[in-house]
């Protein structure tokens, strides 16, 4: 399976060059986070990625909690997409929103059904742009706020970090918190398809 690894600006100054000479074929790349905030180390992640010959993806930590809230979040990624250029042939990974349990730490949670929802109108809108559209989420959330088993046609990417991944629908395994590559300690994943990210 071949590894990867994503990041966000809290990894710093990454080493590109050293992570693909180290065998890391992948990366997901944080853009942002919110409805407004573009992560600081975004284009240069994204450029020192491209020019070490990496495949692509990026990711959205999302905050939504109602539909509206996700379109704004939804529209600004999108934004940021358009304006460094990068257009669906370059992340072949895809563009995946991040719905997690410190989405809503000390905030209101969504009501029942609202994630699910939320994560299909995100995966209809980003494909509907041309991107193959995802959703970042553990394990167990995949299985109930999420419902993997509807989203046949986009990518699941599963944080499970155990000995195996029990998502029968995921398409990439986060499967540590702990992989080190290039002097630094990143979140490993593995592409579970042989051929992903060259459709």
Same mark, same amino acid.
């Given at each position: 399976?071949?590894?990867?690894?994503?990041?966000?600006?809290?990894?710093?100054? %990454?080493?590109?060059?050293?992570?693909?000479?180290?065998?890391?074929?992948?990366?997901?790349?944080?853009?942002?986070?919110?409805?407004?905030?573009?992560?600081?180390?975004?284009?240069?992640?994204?450029?020192?990625?491209?020019?070490?010959?990496?495949?692509?993806?990026?990711?959205?930590?999302?905050?939504?909690?109602?539909?509206?809230?996700?379109?704004?979040?939804?529209?600004?990624?999108?934004?940021? &997409?358009?304006?460094?250029?990068?257009?669906?042939?370059?992340?072949?990974?895809?563009?995946?929103?991040?719905?997690?349990?410190?989405?809503?730490?000390?905030?209101?949670?969504?009501?029942?059904?609202?994630?699910?929802?939320?994560?299909?109108?995100?995966?209809?809108?980003?494909?509907?742009?041309?991107?193959?559209?995802? %959703?970042?989420?553990?394990?167990?959330? &995949?299985?109930?706020?999420?419902?993997?088993?509807?989203?046949?046609?986009?990518? &699941?990417?599963?944080?499970?970090?155990?000995?195996?991944?029990?998502?029968?629908?995921?398409?990439?395994?986060?499967?540590?918190?702990?992989?080190?590559?290039?002097?630094?300690?990143?979140?490993?994943?593995?592409?579970?398809?042989?051929?992903?990210?060259?459709?």
């Amino acid at each position: 399976m071949t590894t990867g690894i994503d990041v966000s600006e809290h990894n710093g100054e %990454i080493d590109w060059k050293r992570i693909a000479e180290e065998g890391i074929g992948f990366a997901i790349i944080r853009a942002g986070y919110g409805s407004a905030y573009l992560d600081s180390r975004f284009y240069e992640n994204v450029n020192g990625a491209h020019d070490a010959g990496l495949k692509l993806g990026v990711y959205h930590f999302g905050y939504a909690r109602h539909g509206g809230e996700l379109d704004v979040e939804k529209d600004f990624l999108l934004s940021i &997409l358009k304006d460094c250029g990068l257009m669906p042939k370059h992340l072949p990974l895809g563009v995946f929103w991040d719905v997690e349990e410190d989405s809503y730490r000390g905030r209101e949670f969504p009501r029942p059904g609202v994630i699910n929802r939320m994560c299909h109108a995100f995966c209809e809108g980003t494909a509907a742009a041309g991107y193959r559209a995802g %959703i970042y989420a553990s394990a167990s959330w &995949l299985s109930s706020h999420i419902r993997a088993a509807e989203f046949a046609g986009h990518t &699941l990417w599963a944080a499970q970090w155990w000995k195996k991944c029990t998502v029968k629908e995921a398409g990439i395994w986060q499967f540590t918190d702990h992989l080190e590559a290039a002097g630094k300690v990143f979140d490993g994943n593995y592409l579970l398809e042989k051929d992903y990210g060259d459709k």
